[in-house]
Structures are given as C-alpha cells and as structure tokens.
C-alpha cells in the first residue's frame, strides 16, 4: 500500500474487536476507531473519516450495523464489508441495499478478511476514479456544439444552425435550398438509407460512423405533419471522438483491474501453496526415507524369495518416485542461492540429450550449434535441470518416431536456445497455461516441470516463451543474457 489506509471497526464484542485491531494494525492499517453503537459509528466516522468501515451487522443499542452503515454512507460513499454470523435473507436482502463491498461470515478467516479488505480498497479507488472521470466528461459533452440540420423529405437542407455552418465551412446561402447528400459527402452512403429509412418506416434513427480518425454520432428523426406524413426531417451530428476515446480508457481500467484481482488472488494461492508444500516435504522426507532404507535392506540382508523381491524393487521404485516429487515441489518453491560461472552451454546441452535419450531412443535429435564451444555465465547445474524438463516435455509430445531439433544463436543482449519438436502440439486455450505451477495436459505428471524450468531461467534474468500449434509441433525459446 502506497498510504495507510484508516479502518473503522463497528463491533460490540471487546474481543473480536481486539483481534481484528491487531490482524490490521500488524498488516499496516490504521484502525481509527472502535464503535459498538450506531450513535458512537457516525460520531467517531465525523471525527476520524475513515478509508473503509469492517462492520458487524448485529451490535448493541437501537439499530444495527447495517443502519450504521446506511447513515454513514448518505454522508460520505465510503467502502463498507460487513462481518456477521447471520446469513439469512432477511439480513442480507438489508445489507444489499447499503452495496457493501463485501460480507464475512463469523467465525472469519484471517487471510480471506485481508484480501477482502485488500479487494475492497483497490475496488473502490477504480470506481472512485470511473466517476471523477465521468463527472468530467458530462462537462465537456455539456460544453460541447453538434451539427443540426432541417431537411425537407426529399433531401434539401432547411435549416442549419451557427455550429453546423461552421462545420461544413461554407456560407448560409449556400447550403439552404441544396441537397443534404452534396454538402456531407464524405458519408452520404450511410446517411442517405438511413434518411430513406426514416422515411420508409417513420422511426429514429442513431448510427456512428469514423472519417479521418474521428467518431461522429448521426441522429436522424421525422418530423410529422398534422395529417401525420413525414413532411420533414432533423439531423443532428455529434462529435463522440472524446467519448469513444473515455469508453477505451474505461475498458482498459477494467481490464486491468481484472487482471490486478486475478494477480492478487493467484499470489495469495501461490504463498498458500508454498506453505503447504514445505510442510507435506517435512512430514513425508523421514517416512520415505524409513521405507526405502527397509526395502534395501530387505533386498541386500535378507535373500527374500523372488516374488518378494520383485515386491520389495516395486516399493523401493515407487519410494523413489514420490522423494524425486517432493524435491521437485521444494526446489520450486525455494530455489537455493545460484552459484553463477562461465560455462559452456554446449556440454550442457549435449548433457541434457544425452539423458533424454536414453528413456526416448526413437527421437532423432538435430543440432544446429554456431561453433563448437560458447561460454556464458550461469550455474551450470540448473541449467542443466531447466533443459531436461523442457527437453523431456518435447520429446514426450512426440508420438511414435520424430524429431527434436535444438538450435542455437544469439543476438545483441541474449544467447537463444530454439528447441523444436514436430509432436502433437499445444491447443491455443493451454498455450497461456503451461508455467502455471500443476497445470498438466498428462495423466502421470504433476505439472511441475516448466513452471521449474520457468523459474529458473527468470532468476538468471533471462526469457523463456513458447509458440505452438494443435497438430504442428511446438517451439521453446531459451534466452539467456550473453
């Protein structure tokens, strides 16, 4: 947070209230206030003037939370989240009509009542701006002159007023009495039908149409005669390029305001999920470990009979799988500190065929390398990681026998890795999806290998991207600083 917001805390239970004082004061918000009754709400939001109200709904004295809220809200539109244990429709049908910004349910949830929180604020700015900017555009629309001109049925110009004169940069007299066609030229194709259709059906007309870079809004309206014939015709012309231009900037604030919600709530995932991976890998390293050192010595010491063996070498291959899991979702959650060297990224990736290979024997691999040896700083034991799971990616898309081509090249700033596969391809709707941490097309994988490999090429400051097609290979691009 740029600022520190004030929270004020309508809640008649001491304690409750003390725990959320010290959940939002240890986050960094200033709680301004405590209340417990609708009279001392509105007084300590007059003295303190609050950035959000986190109210309980049912509190001591004459009315309730939601009154509070309501009273507060006629002085000043300020963000209201409402934490109650009653979610009957009744109470929420009330709540409603205050268009809180949220509702929590007691007992709460600490990390769900900060993003709320965090939601609400963020929310409330954006709309906060919306109408600031809104307010300024119906002073400028209000401000601004249209084009209006009277027309016979037949076409030829009545009337026209000082604005649309100037508009068509020509003198009064010749404009009256000529046909509406000749003076707009530049859009009589779309004007003229609509004119006709006027006619035709006796209905308003509004079309928008661009010339040269500007956005124009026709309103095209019949005039009737007593005997309820269309005798004439009103045409209004509206410059709407500012409107068109707000209309953008708003789609793109909301865009971004989607895209900031959906960063906020995957970074709360992600930390989540960290915390959960650290425990399951302490929780399971020493049972694992316990079961592979009794399958092996199982094996070594006690000459079981082979039926057991073959048991025992099941447990000892399926022990190691689940350790070889567990590391994989630690190293990617806690990356140790790269030990940065020159090396040579061709034995690298010679490395990285070479062990691909051997479980892939059917791929032929295609190598396009400048020059028999190039050095560039990195920890060689990583990168060496990153290329197998792109590598091993590759080669399992390819069905039956293919071709991976691995090509290198490099430009001002970055050294380019090119792996090419001709295997089955990524659709389009999971080209977007592929370093997302468990995302997986595959029935046996966690999804863990690119999101790794993702990381760490990003913390070498470098870029890894993807191009693919359904049905026509796939494209990994490596670029690491040179």
């Given at each position: 947070?740029?600022?520190?917001?004030?929270?004020?805390?309508?809640?008649?239970?001491?304690?409750?209230?003390?725990?959320?004082?010290?959940?939002?004061?240890?986050?960094?918000?200033?709680?301004?206030?405590?209340?417990?009754?609708?009279?001392?709400?509105?007084?300590?939001?007059?003295?303190?003037?609050?950035?959000?109200i986190l109210a309980d709904i049912i509190i001591k004295g004459f009315g309730d939370g939601i009154e509070a809220a309501n009273k507060i809200k006629k002085k000043k539109n300020v963000p209201v989240i409402y934490l109650s244990a009653y979610t009957d429709d009744m109470t929420i049908e009330r709540a409603k009509i205050t268009e809180p910004y949220g509702y929590i349910l007691k007992p709460f949830d600490e990390k769900e009542l900060l993003i709320t929180i965090e939601m609400a604020l963020y929310k409330h700015?954006?709309?906060?701006n919306i109408k600031e900017k809104s307010e300024k555009f119906k002073e400028l629309i209000d401000a601004k002159k249209e084009l209006a001109i009277l027309v016979s049925a037949d076409g030829t110009v009545l009337v026209i007023n000082q604005y649309g004169i100037s508009y068509l940069r020509l003198k009064e007299e010749e404009i009256i009495g000529e046909k509406i066609g000749n003076l707009i030229s530049k859009n009589k194709n779309f004007l003229l039908p609509n004119i006709n259709r006027v006619l035709n059906?006796?209905?308003?007309?509004?079309?928008?149409?661009?010339?040269?870079?500007?956005?124009?809004?026709?309103?095209?309206?019949?005039?009737?005669?007593?005997?309820?014939?269309?005798?004439?015709?009103?045409?209004?012309?509206?410059?709407?390029?500012?409107?068109?231009?707000?209309?953008?900037?708003?789609?793109?604030?909301?865009?971004?305001?989607?895209?900031?919600?959906?960063?906020?709530?995957?970074?709360?995932?992600?930390?989540?999920?960290?915390?959960?991976?650290?425990?399951?890998?302490?929780?399971?390293?020493?049972?694992?470990?316990?079961?592979?050192?009794?399958?092996?010595?199982?094996?070594?010491?006690?000459?079981?009979?082979?039926?057991?063996?073959?048991?025992?070498?099941?447990?000892?291959?399926?022990?190691?799988?689940?350790?070889?899991?567990?590391?994989?979702?630690?190293?990617?959650?806690?990356?140790?500190?790269?030990?940065?060297?020159?090396?040579?990224?061709?034995?690298?990736?010679?490395?990285?065929?070479?062990?691909?290979?051997?479980?892939?024997?059917?791929?032929?691999?295609?190598?396009?390398?400048?020059?028999?040896?190039?050095?560039?700083?990195?920890?060689?034991?990583?990168?060496?990681?990153?290329?197998?799971?792109?590598?091993?990616?590759?080669?399992?898309?390819?069905?039956?026998?293919?071709?991976?081509?691995?090509?290198?090249?490099?430009?001002?700033?970055?050294?380019?890795?090119?792996?090419?596969?001709?295997?089955?391809?990524?659709?389009?709707?999971?080209?977007?999806?592929?370093?997302?941490?468990?995302?997986?097309?595959?029935?046996?994988?966690?999804?863990?290998?690119?999101?790794?490999?993702?990381?760490?090429?990003?913390?070498?400051?470098?870029?890894?991207?993807?191009?693919?097609?359904?049905?026509?290979?796939?494209?990994?691009?490596?670029?690491?600083?040179?």
């Amino acid at each position: 947070m740029n600022d520190i917001k004030k929270i004020l805390i309508i809640e008649d239970d001491g304690i409750i209230a003390k725990d959320l004082e010290n959940i939002l004061s240890s986050k960094g918000y200033d709680v301004c206030g405590i209340a417990s009754t609708v009279e001392e709400s509105i007084s300590k939001f007059e003295s303190t003037d609050p950035d959000l109200i986190l109210a309980d709904i049912i509190i001591k004295g004459f009315g309730d939370g939601i009154e509070a809220a309501n009273k507060i809200k006629k002085k000043k539109n300020v963000p209201v989240i409402y934490l109650s244990a009653y979610t009957d429709d009744m109470t929420i049908e009330r709540a409603k009509i205050t268009e809180p910004y949220g509702y929590i349910l007691k007992p709460f949830d600490e990390k769900e009542l900060l993003i709320t929180i965090e939601m609400a604020l963020y929310k409330h700015s954006i709309y906060a701006n919306i109408k600031e900017k809104s307010e300024k555009f119906k002073e400028l629309i209000d401000a601004k002159k249209e084009l209006a001109i009277l027309v016979s049925a037949d076409g030829t110009v009545l009337v026209i007023n000082q604005y649309g004169i100037s508009y068509l940069r020509l003198k009064e007299e010749e404009i009256i009495g000529e046909k509406i066609g000749n003076l707009i030229s530049k859009n009589k194709n779309f004007l003229l039908p609509n004119i006709n259709r006027v006619l035709n059906y006796g209905e308003d007309v509004v079309f928008e149409e661009e010339i040269d870079d500007r956005f124009y809004e026709y309103s095209v309206n019949p005039i009737y005669d007593i005997d309820k014939t269309i005798s004439k015709i009103a045409i209004y012309v509206k410059d709407i390029t500012e409107r068109k231009n707000f209309e953008r900037s708003l789609e793109k604030e909301y865009d971004d305001f989607k895209r900031n919600q959906k960063e906020l709530i995957k970074s709360e995932i992600l930390q989540y999920m960290n915390t959960l991976i650290s425990n399951i890998a302490k929780e399971c390293n020493e049972p694992i470990l316990n079961i592979k050192t009794a399958a092996e010595f199982c094996l070594e010491k006690l000459e079981p009979e082979e039926r057991t063996k073959e048991f025992l070498k099941e447990i000892l291959k399926n022990s190691n799988k689940i350790d070889d899991v567990i590391r994989e979702l630690v190293e990617y959650i806690d990356l140790p500190k790269f030990s940065i060297n020159q090396a040579d990224i061709l034995k690298i990736i010679q490395k990285a065929i070479d062990t691909v290979k051997k479980s892939n024997k059917n791929i032929e691999v295609i190598k396009k390398f400048p020059r028999k040896t190039i050095v560039v700083p990195i920890d060689e034991k990583w990168i060496l990681i990153a290329l197998l799971k792109v590598l091993t990616n590759s080669a399992e898309a390819i069905e039956k026998e293919g071709l991976l081509s691995i090509e290198v090249a490099n430009d001002d700033a970055y050294l380019n890795l090119i792996i090419s596969d001709n295997g089955k391809g990524i659709s389009k709707e999971n080209l977007d999806k592929v370093f997302d941490l468990f995302f997986t097309t595959k029935k046996n994988s966690l999804g863990l290998g690119l999101p790794l490999a993702y990381k760490i090429i990003k913390a070498h400051n470098g870029k890894i991207n993807i191009e693919s097609e359904r049905g026509k290979g796939t494209k990994v691009i490596i670029s690491l600083p040179y």
